[in-house]
């Protein structure tokens, strides 16, 4: 009986001994809970009520930066750090701008980042109207002889978001070329698909060009605008504008990226990136862009946490200084490079339901793609054959060689809000908010535990 005993004591060790240290994810379970778990809506509730807006290298930002690293701190995250970097940092001023003739009409207008300023006097001048990026683009250097350029466009709305990619333009570098051809200031119509009186603000970039006064009008001004051109134009009178913008550069500031970890059992096998960017513009409360991103990822990672220790480790980065040029997202990448990492995610397209699934991996990973189909198909996500890009923040680390998959949210409506003062937390909508964290974490048990070959390509710069 002794012996007998002694037997089943050394088989018991040897099962104990010979299990996994790692936990094995029923994603079902992490589903259901996902669909019941408000950890992401609490997240962005306390972000947004707590710290609200962030632009980038400002104080506003510094409290985030404090506020989240007591917050993944709280939720139990391990290896929590912040580091720092340094950027040129833009503020905005007052913003007030009038149609003075032929017909008398306020506009309501916002500063786009790294606008000049008109001074404290003000400016006015003639509108040249453009219809088209194009058309401004079209005409030669120096001949607007310091009249006011005015584009217009026609931004549609996409389930996607792809219209953004090209009528962009209007805003990414539409005020180089204004300032290229002589203008004075550039007024744009605001790069969105809302009706509401509110202008969209974001970044511009002017190159080696002279910085000019650059300001986008809500929609509802600039049709009203378009609509006193083609009149005055039949009175044979120019349209004059009277505008002042008094943003200011503050010098260099500190921004920096909040890091968290769940180690992994096996420190050999590359790591998971996910995130979002913690920085947002200010006329809002940034809960749509990004605080939904930071939210989503976090809330499906503390999800994997308390299932158990994955095999690799998961990584979360809230970026900093995003907006204003990626620039949390191409310091994490010089610091930490390509070498050591598998698949980078990110979150930021808002809250709407997750609708698809894009995968950039190495070749011979077709079983590890149809196993994350498969389980994502219970939430309605179907798979897409466009490569994944790992969102905004992550494209420096994958264009490293880093791999990527992303998962696609429904942005019907998030060109209503971007960048625009109903950025706030009553647009979200918590149910969809749960869709995406389940959606989420259904990735991560399985990549997370996943031995394929997904380590980085290293790419030479």
């Given at each position: 009986m002794k012996h007998l005993s002694t037997g089943f ?167 180089r070329v204004a300032s290229e051809k002589g203008a ?140 204003v040029g990626i620039w949390g997202g191409r310091a ?130």
């Amino acid at each position: 009986m002794k012996h007998l005993s002694t037997g089943f004591a050394a088989l018991a060790s040897a099962l104990i001994f010979s299990a996994p240290a790692y936990a094995q994810f029923n994603v079902a379970e992490l589903q259901e809970k996902a669909l019941a778990d408000d950890t992401a809506y609490e997240i962005v509730e306390g972000l947004t009520t707590e710290v609200g807006p962030r632009l980038a290298g400002t104080e506003a930002e510094a409290r985030a930066r404090d506020w989240a690293v007591k917050k993944l701190t709280a939720l139990g995250f391990a290896n929590i750090r912040v580091d720092n970097f340094e950027l040129p940092t833009w503020v905005r001023g007052e913003e007030v701008a009038q149609i003075i003739a032929p017909f008398p009409h306020n506009m309501h207008i916002t500063a786009l980042g790294n606008s000049a300023s008109t001074g404290e006097d003000g400016m006015e001048g003639e509108i040249v109207h453009f219809r088209t990026l194009a058309d401004l683009q079209a005409i030669p250097d120096n001949s607007l002889n310091g009249k006011i350029a005015y584009v217009s466009h026609d931004m549609t709305r996409t389930q996607d978001g792809s219209s953004y990619g090209y009528f962009g333009g209007v805003r990414f570098f539409g005020p180089r070329v204004a300032s290229e051809k002589g203008a004075s200031a550039m007024v744009i119509r605001s790069v969105g698909t809302d009706y509401h009186r509110n202008p969209h603000t974001g970044n511009t970039s002017f190159g080696d060009a002279k910085p000019i006064p650059a300001g986008a009008i809500s929609i509802p001004d600039a049709e009203n605008l378009d609509r006193i051109i083609e009149r005055a134009k039949t009175l044979g009178e120019p349209v004059r504008i009277r505008m002042k913008m008094t943003p200011r550069n503050i010098g260099v500031q500190t921004s920096g990226n909040v890091i968290a970890e769940i180690p992994g059992s096996d420190p050999s096998l590359p790591i998971i990136v996910i995130g979002g960017h913690l920085d947002s513009w200010d006329l809002g409360t940034g809960a749509v862009d990004d605080g939904a991103g930071v939210a989503i990822t976090t809330a499906a990672a503390k999800l994997i946490k308390d299932a158990g220790q994955p095999k690799r480790t998961i990584r979360i980065v809230w970026f900093g200084s995003e907006e204003v040029g990626i620039w949390g997202g191409r310091a994490y990448a010089e610091k930490y490079g390509a070498k050591g990492h598998a698949i980078a995610m990110e979150s930021d397209f808002g809250a709407g339901r997750i609708y698809r699934v894009e995968f950039k991996l190495p070749e011979g990973n077709d079983a590890l793609k149809t196993e994350i189909t498969n389980a994502l198909s219970t939430l309605g996500i179907g798979p897409w054959a466009a490569p994944a890009s790992g969102g905004p923040d992550n494209g420096p680390l994958v264009r490293l060689g880093v791999n990527a998959i992303d998962l696609q949210q429904d942005g019907t409506d998030y060109f209503d809000l971007h960048h625009t003062p109903d950025d706030t937390l009553d647009k979200i909508d918590p149910a969809m908010m749960k869709q995406n964290v389940a959606a989420w974490v259904t990735v991560l048990s399985i990549i997370a535990n996943s031995e394929a070959d997904i380590a980085a390509r290293p790419v030479e710069q």
